[in-house]
């Protein structure tokens, strides 16, 4: 708790005072926002513009009218032959302009809305690309995540921004034709306005410039309490919270976190609150003052009375519309630095990446024949905020068609070695060959294409059957005879044959007739994938750990036909199954203890004999 809040404090520090100069520099941000915007509709971005420049004149028109029609009334008032066809076409004129401004109102918060669904979906779609181009190890890290998190809330509401621009824009207009109006009675008025928002501007910008600080520097505690809340309320840990009673825990932690963001917040209300009836009322006191003097000039008969509603009319309404400007102002510089939270998730690069020339990737010669040699020279790696080598000094070869088991204790660093070979991790010393070039040579999408990976810590989609068989090579879900005989394969189709749904049945309880697999199911489901990508490597870490001695047994009779002319690696704890391997990689804190068949390293009589001979004296 102690790190989390240095953490937070280091970041309110950075971000707690805002300078003018950054927050125009904030609004540096909104043209590539409005490009982004123009590329989801071009036509309801015109369209919104041009309703809100008619929508700009309608006040100022208003308000004239109204001068017209009050000074009609007065005249006609004092004549007895009344001529009133004037009268009422400005009565219709003002009607006429009341319905315009109701319907124009509708059709911009309805492209508003349309704007707002489009780019929330536009923008959702790039942020996950974006996310396929990165690196496994940037998931790995906090401050990623918390990037992540805070992009992920800039794909809804941004069209707030646009609105907000757009409504700038569209009182700017309005308070030109208004402020024109007073400027002709008397140029003063403009600057006593002036005067009278200045205050509460000041106010407003002071306090969202805090509570933006607040809402940046909790980040990670809302992340947490996301968590908590699934944690506390869900059918995936639904067993453990209620078999070792955690609810009473996570609701207390919840409770904890939840309470002191409360008071941060409360603090930050009650002080905006007092300081905003105070400056308010500073400039309440400036708009009478000028009030006052417009009464006193249509008392001296200096104005007309309509011209008195007129002034009085526009006062107000300039008073209102620029303190909502120079408010928004502020909300505007607000928006747009929390939209750099999004650029600068975009921004984030890959340090993994194909390089700008590749060599032409391996392929079998002829069918049945393997084609992969891979070789680790002195490789050594470290996980980012670790001080330990996951792996060190590591130097062994993969040979073509080889069927390679990997041995070790938990934390050995078997997981981590397939990783390098996948390329979802770089080394950070030697390097891992490929048919005698380095691995960084070949083009990443094709050398991922042709490596089947099926982890321990495997997805459960809450998909379809088909499709959770169907993502070892997604291209091909719809090729249903080729995820039958992946699941015929993985013995995953004993699984489906139950299913009501067969291979449509909806999996997990997270959806309307979903139905929920044991482990055993789920892992033979999880093992079609590998079935389903034609790869010349496969990897599989810990296939059968929830499957029953038999079943176990069958997946390996066929996995040895799957890989047939093929290269293999498999992790495993269960001896029974690395025996199958033609050779035996003995991993310890990171670096190669011993290698060789079953046999040898029996012979051998090292750590390998050690350990298969406590797991066999486990089953006597």
Do not use: C
């Not at 004549?79 to 004037?86: P, V």
């Not at 921004?161 to 309005?174: D, K, P, R």
């Not at 062994?396 to 979802?424: D, I, Q, S, W, Y």
């Not at 390293?601 to 004999?609: H, I, P, S, T, V």
């Amino acid at each position: 708790m102690a790190k989390s809040e240095n953490a937070r404090s280091s970041v309110a520090n950075a971000k707690d005072e805002l300078s003018w100069r950054e927050r125009f520099a904030a609004l540096s941000n909104l043209p590539a926002f409005f490009k982004l915007v123009w590329a989801v509709s071009p036509g309801l971005f015109i369209g919104n513009a041009a309703l809100r420049l008619v929508r700009a004149a309608i006040p100022a028109s208003v308000l004239y009218i109204g001068k017209l029609l009050i000074d009609e009334v007065v005249r006609l008032a004092g004549q007895t032959d009344k001529d009133t066809t004037f009268l009422w076409e400005l009565v219709a004129a003002e009607f006429g302009l009341a319905i315009l401004s109701t319907a124009l109102a509708r059709a911009v918060s309805l492209m508003d809305g349309l704007l707002g669904d489009l780019f929330a979906n536009s923008t959702s779609v790039r942020l996950m690309e974006h996310a396929a181009t990165l690196d496994l190890e940037q998931f790995e890290d906090a401050t990623f995540y918390d990037k992540l998190e805070r992009a992920r809330r800039q794909t809804t509401g941004r069209t707030v921004l646009l609105s907000g621009v757009f409504g700038q824009v569209q009182e700017l207009i309005s308070v030109a034709f208004l402020a024109a109006g007073l400027a002709v009675y008397n140029p003063w008025l403009l600057l006593l306005i002036l005067v009278a928002v200045t205050p509460s501007f000041i106010g407003d910008n002071y306090f969202n410039q805090r509570s933006y600080s607040l809402s940046r520097s909790w980040t990670p505690e809302r992340r947490e309490l996301d968590y908590l809340r699934y944690v506390g309320a869900s059918d995936e840990t639904a067993k453990e919270v209620k078999i070792f009673g955690l609810s009473g825990f996570l609701v207390e932690r919840f409770r904890t976190l939840s309470d002191g963001f409360y008071q941060k917040n409360k603090a930050l209300a009650l002080s905006r609150a007092g300081w905003g009836v105070l400056l308010t009322a500073l400039g309440t006191a400036g708009y009478y003052g000028a009030y006052v003097w417009i009464v006193l000039r249509a008392t001296t008969g200096q104005i007309s009375l309509g011209d008195l509603t007129f002034l009085a009319g526009s006062f107000r309404q300039v008073r209102g519309s620029l303190e909502g400007i120079l408010l928004q102002f502020s909300s505007l510089t607000q928006e747009a630095i929390y939209l750099q939270d999004l650029f600068d998730y975009f921004a984030i690069e890959p340090l993994i990446h194909s390089a700008k020339t590749t060599r032409p990737f391996p392929q079998p010669i002829r069918e049945g024949e393997a084609a992969l040699r891979f070789e680790f020279e002195n490789v050594g790696f470290k996980y980012t905020n670790s001080e330990r080598w996951a792996l060190r000094n590591l130097s062994f070869a993969l040979e073509p068609g080889e069927k390679l088991a990997l041995v070790g204790e938990n934390g050995a660093g078997k997981t981590t070695l397939v990783k390098l070979l996948a390329r979802l991790y770089d080394p950070a010393e030697g390097r891992i060959l490929l048919n005698g070039y380095d691995l960084r040579e070949y083009d990443l999408l094709e050398l991922r294409r042709n490596i089947g990976v099926i982890f321990q810590d495997y997805t459960r989609f809450k998909m379809s059957a088909g499709i959770n068989i169907a993502v070892g090579d997604i291209d091909e879900r719809t090729n249903q005879p080729r995820i039958e005989v992946s699941a015929q394969r993985s013995l995953a189709d004993s699984v489906i044959a139950k299913l009501a749904g067969g291979y449509d049945q909806q999996l997990g309880r997270s959806f309307g007739k979903g139905v929920e697999l044991s482990g055993g199911e789920w892992q033979k489901v999880a093992l079609g994938r590998a079935y389903m990508r034609d790869a010349q490597l496969i990897i599989l870490d810990e296939p059968t750990a929830a499957l029953d001695a038999r079943a176990e047994y069958e997946v390996f009779q066929r996995f040895a036909q799957l890989t047939e002319g093929k290269s293999s690696v498999i992790i495993s704890h269960r001896f029974s199954t690395v025996r199958m391997a033609d050779r035996i990689l003995v991993l310890e804190n990171g670096t190669l203890l011993e290698i060789g068949s079953h046999y040898e390293l029996l012979e051998k009589d090292g750590r390998y004999a050690e350990l298969f001979g406590l797991q066999a004296r486990g089953y006597q």
